[in-house]
């Protein structure tokens, strides 16, 4: 199975979405870049959801609605991407 970059993942989710939708986007991106940089493999929902809710973005629980299911593509992608 090929892997998406998930910093491609971002650009193209964040090209086809609204404002708000970018800006949660952005958090989320941001949350799982500092995860990677401190060698996390936590890329759970739980996780990205609290330090996205801390930085004003979605909350955990928002990630677990199916209208969320970009965010957790990205955060998925990340999991992987931290994996290989």
Request: proline letters at 4%; charged letters at 20%.
């Amino acid at each position: 199975m090929p892997t998406i970059d998930p910093t491609q993942l971002f650009d193209a989710l964040c090209a086809e979405s609204r404002p708000q939708k970018q800006h949660n986007l952005q958090i989320m991106q941001e949350v799982c870049v500092e995860l990677h940089r401190l060698g996390s493999k936590d890329f759970s929902l739980s996780t990205v959801g609290r330090m996205s809710q801390e930085r004003g973005g979605l909350s955990k629980r928002a990630l677990y609605n199916s209208t969320s299911q970009d965010f957790k593509t990205l955060i998925r992608s990340w999991a992987i991407f931290v994996t290989i």
